[in-house]
């Protein structure tokens, strides 16, 4: 298709540079504008009609077009449409979004702190960490440990963290001071003849020799998704979490649970740290703490991280660090009434009752020809398919996802795995009409291949 100078896809070409795109490419082929959307549905220029399979980036989970968040920023607007929350300033919708964050948090915890986006969050809670460990006397307890496909976001020391090449190569990145370990994928991970348990014990084990290896003395902490999301939809085994924890225990080293995708009901506990049965001193919240309607994101730190930091803000005379947009009120409003409507609608209790058809339905793609394994939890999973001759690994993944495109689902390729994390106000029949889609457009895919 030619496209128009004039139209929104060349103006688009002509005046902006996109986020994770192939800026050659899109100077060929153009962008696909997206012009309105309507519960788990959106509509491109044309009309056409998609399923947003993956709620936007994995965060619209009230859907598209919901009013009552329209209504709440209107609200706000109208009565203080800006403040901050520097030098000891407030208003009522931060303190009402932190009061409701650290009354929710799946962990005692202290104090909520706000930032605007996921990787803020991360970045955030490294500057934090480092604060702390000079407040207790230990300024060379600073680095920090994330694992391989773990995914953390894309500012200098968040995307360090990131353990994916594409966040790292010609950004010379990661930073110094931050490692990654072992990646708890089972099946893509696990060498000859290891069992599930022999594979976690090896995991634990590599953690502790690197941990030696740098110093227990030097590392301040360890961060991972519950489950891992943008890595490509990695359930740890049984017993991961347990063994991890365990190991960063013995050495006194912090455990931050990146909860971006899993926060808010995702995984089918309101939190994935419960899922997982995890014990973090930080959680990091986005994406569905607004349903992104709004950027906007959180800290939830322990009192372990938070007296150390109140100590030596009252030494130092600030804690000085801040964003415009902290705790922005029309953000902090607009989630206040997404995690309204989150808890009145009870759409984890949706979860819970589609995860079963959610799940099967991929475990039932499995036994596709082109495919190798299905992983999820919750309403999130991914498919991955089967290496061919022929084709580079990562390059089957975006071409099936093209097809499913074409045929009005949006997923996201993860190298040759399709993810779903379709918005959480989704039907039984609409997860039918999604997978029904998915399949057909697998076969559609094998018979090109041939
Ligand atoms: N952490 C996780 C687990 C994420 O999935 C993401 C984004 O996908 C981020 C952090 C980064 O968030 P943002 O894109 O808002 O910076």
Known sequence: MTIQPNSIEGRDRAYHLHSYTNAKALERDGALAIERGEGIYVYDASGKRYIEGMAGLWSVAVGFGEQRLVEAARRQLETLPYYHTFSARTHGPAVDLAEKLIRMAPVPMSKAYFTNSGSEANDTAIKMIWYRSNALGKPEKKKIISRIKGYHGVTLASASLTGLPNNHRSFDLPLPGIFHTNCPHFRAFAQEGEDEAAFVARCAADLEALIEREGAETIAAFIGEPVMGAGGVIVPPAGYWQAIQAVLKKHDILLIADEVICGFGRTGEMFGTTTMGLEPDIITVSKQLSSSYQPISALLINDRVYQPIAEESGRIGTFGHGYTGSGHPVAAAVALENLAIIEERNLLGNVQALAPLFQSRFKALESHPLAIEARGIGLIGALELAPREGFATGQLGPKLAAVM???????????????????????????????????????QFQAQLK
């Open 405 to 443: 495109q074409e045929n009005g689902l949006f997923s996201r390729a993860i190298g040759d795995s399709l993810a779903l994390c379709p918005p959480l106000i989704i039907t039984e029949q609409q997860v039918g009409a999604m997978f029904d889609i998915f399949e057909a457009s697998l076969d």
